[in-house]
Every structure is written in C-alpha cells, then in structure tokens.
C-alpha cells in the first residue's frame, strides 16, 4: 500500500526539485503504481504539433520516481540507472497521462514500467521501463 497521498507526493515533487517549474500533476498514487499528468503547451511541441520526445521521456521519468516514493517515502536520492522508451505513435498536441507501475521494488533496485497516452485515447504513445538505483538506509 502506499506511504504517501497524491498531495505528499506533489508537495515531495516541488521541494525536492524547487528550480524545475510544477509542470506535472500527480493524479492518483495506488498500490505499487502512481499516474501523472504533463499540461501540454506549445512548449511541449515540436514541428508537425506533436509532443517532443524529450518531454515524454522527462513525464515517463517522473512518474516512475513518484511512484517508487508512493510506496517507500520521500528519497530524494533515488537516482535513474536505465530508461528504456518506446514511441509507438504520434501524440497530439493534448495532455499526456502516464501510469507508472512497479514491476520489482527491492531494496536497492526497483524497475517501473510507464505506458503514455494522450487525454483522450487508450491507445499507448509511448511505453518505457526504468532502473532506479534506491541509496541504502
């Protein structure tokens, strides 16, 4: 069960980070799992009005951070070892939900696979799976 609540983990996101803009919005916060928001602005495109990979990659990112500190508290030095991502199709220039669900959460390690879809359409845009590397103690 989660440690955290939606509003802890949004309030974790902003002090842990307090240079980075409150771009993303925690939705829900479950077991093993959390789901994100990205408030698509132009910002967010690029040529063709899709959303920038890199933006999708950063989403992808967050939501599994969050979700690893849904289930075992604030860990602000929880670190990305490998992101893996997929995009499977164009997203339209909309929000993009990503749900994050722990697929192994050990004591050192934990992978998290992130599949992306714009507000909308079930269909996936992008899938990604990510390593953190969780600091002892």
């Given at each position: ?14 002090e ?13 916060v479950?077991d ?28 992808a ?31 339209e ?33 992008a899938?990604a799976q ?8």
């Open positions: 069960m989660p440690v955290l609540t939606v509003a802890q983990l949004q309030t974790f996101l902003v842990a980070f307090p240079g980075a803009p409150p771009s993303y919005v925690v939705e829900d479950f093993r799992g959390a789901r994100l928001r990205l408030p698509v602005t132009d910002a967010h495109g690029r040529p063709g009005g899709t959303v920038a990979g890199p933006a999708l990659m950063g989403l990112d967050c939501t599994a951070y969050l979700a690893i500190a849904g289930q075992i508290g604030p860990v602000a030095l929880a670190v990305t070892t490998s992101l893996h991502i997929d995009f499977l199709r164009r997203p220039l909309v929000d993009v939900v990503a749900t994050g669900t722990l697929l192994k959460l050990g004591r050192r390690l934990a992978v998290v696979g992130v599949g992306l879809c714009s507000v909308g359409r079930d269909d996936l845009v899938s990510l390593t953190y590397s969780i600091p002892p103690g």
